[in-house]
């Protein structure tokens, strides 16, 4: 994939600002990782663009008519499980399907931070043969390294591979006998395709604040045709290997640009927060001119929405007297009742709603609700996604809350006065900001879906 590289090092986190960054991720977690290309235009890069008239329309559709589309699964993975155990069964599945054994990465890395037990040192103690693996080398720019054995490519012990009965031995000792860190491990084959990506299944278990997180992921890669419904299915091997993996969670598709693409092209972060390299820069363009409009004139917008409430606003009296043990109680009938009339529907998980709706065209409109990732407050993000491109925006629950900053909640009524604000705001945005930009970009394929099962 031209503007993007994939490692196994851990995915860095981001926040969603006015400026046009992107929500929180997160980062305990390793993950596939793809990152722009030193130089690559970012869609903080360029502040013009203009709407694609049908010509140029016309030949943007044709090149990306047929195209290459990433398909990040995200699996169910219990720490119930062993970490040996659910390796052995990824390794299995391989075997089953008639791969053959899978090229196998890993990294087992302590702590960056100096001090404590070196889980490193435990297992050279036991496999000596496995010190030419060591390495403290940088994973990925941002990110500090930690000394861990690992053959990662593009550091030192690339080219080695150790038997997998001395992988299994490490993975059983996880974390009682080794208790790494990070612990990532990555099995390919030539079948899950190719894009300069970590196309395979990547397995991860590592430390976090609230105890150690597992995570199980695939990624594949598929030659799809816009014009088609669905997607082709998987490779009977591939689909094979997945179902072995277990329950999906999510899958995410990750439109990949053509080879014939030329120059910079404009960065789009995935709904997990990677960025990749726009499938349609053109359209990204467009969308961007019309996103830092908005941006800049949201004042108005809101005007133009006729807010229902007025709320207290950053110093008043009535936010500072608020008090920590007051709760709003249950968050979704609320939203149901505002958002299902206006063609949306309402998920939640944990500290978080989307309200989510497809438009004629095919673009998938979402407002994104964090309520308590941090505390007892509320952040809106209203996105709209197609094929190459992802429009953003950050807004308030008031006219005189600042742009990006966290609203007090409150108890049920306060709740309800946010709701119907962010309502109005939504149905203001549908009627102008969404319009312009699919009549600027165009539709996108029926089959394209940023973000399943929703």
């Keep these: 994939m031209r503007g993007g590289s994939v490692g196994l090092g851990p995915a860095g986190a981001s926040a969603e600002q006015h400026g046009g960054a992107e929500e929180n991720t997160d980062t305990h977690r390793d993950e ?73 990465g890993f990294s087992f890395g302590d702590s960056p931070m100096a001090g404590g037990v070196s889980s490193v040192d435990r297992v050279l103690k036991r496999n000596p043969e496995l010190e030419r693996f060591v ?37 059983a000792g996880v974390p009682r006998s080794f208790p790494f860190h990070t612990v990532a491990i ?44 669905k997607l082709p299915p998987l ?71 006729g807010l229902p ?40 998980e944990s500290g978080t709603f989307t309200m989510q709706r497809r438009t004629p065209g095919n673009l998938t409109v979402q407002l994104h609700l964090d309520v308590g990732t941090w505390g007892h407050s509320v952040l809106a993000i209203f996105r709209v996604w197609g094929l190459g491109f992802k429009a953003t925006l950050i807004l308030p629950v008031s006219a005189t809350e600042p742009v990006g900053a966290q609203y007090p909640i409150g108890d049920g009524e306060r709740w309800r006065k946010i709701v119907e604000n962010l309502g109005a705001l939504v149905a203001e945005l549908d009627r102008s900001f969404v319009p312009e930009i699919e009549a600027a970009a165009g539709p996108s394929p029926e089959w394209y879906q940023p973000d399943s099962p929703f």
């Design 32 to 104: 596939f990782i793809i990152e722009p290309e030193p130089g690559e235009a970012t869609p903080e890069s360029f502040a013009s663009g203009s709407k694609i008239d049908a010509l140029s329309r016309s030949a943007i559709q044709a090149d990306i008519y047929c195209m290459r589309v990433a398909l990040h699964t995200t699996f169910a993975a219990s720490r119930k499980e062993p970490l040996a155990a659910m390796m052995d069964r990824v390794h299995q599945g391989f075997l089953d399907a008639g791969l053959g054994e899978p090229v196998i």
């Design 135 to 171: 390495t403290t080398a940088v994973p990925a720019p941002m990110i500090p390294g930690a000394r861990r054995i690992t053959n990662q490519a593009m550091l030192p012990g690339a080219d080695g591979s150790v038997a997998y009965t001395v992988l299994q031995t490490i993975a």
């Design 186 to 229: 990555h099995f390919h084959s030539s079948a899950f395709g190719s894009a300069n990506m970590a196309c395979g299944v990547l397995l991860s278990d590592n430390w976090w604040v609230d105890g150690r997180t597992r995570s199980l992921a695939a990624l594949t890669v598929v030659e799809a045709d816009a014009g088609n419904k």
């Design 235 to 305: 490779p009977g091997p591939v689909a094979a290997v997945l179902a072995a993996c277990g329950k999906i969670k999510r899958t995410v598709q990750v439109p990949l640009p053509g080879e014939a693409q030329t120059g910079p092209a404009p960065a789009v972060r995935t709904p997990e927060g990677y960025l990749v390299a726009s499938a349609n820069p053109e359209a990204a363009r467009a969308v961007q001119a019309i996103v830092l409009e908005y941006r800049t004139n949201l004042k108005q917008v809101m005007e133009r929405a």
């Design 309 to 348: 409430h007025e709320l207290p606003g950053p110093g008043d009296q009535e936010l500072r007297d608020l008090s920590l043990g007051v709760t709003a109680g249950p968050k979704k009938p609320v939203l149901d009742r505002v958002f299902k009339p206006m063609g949306y529907t309402c998920r939640g």
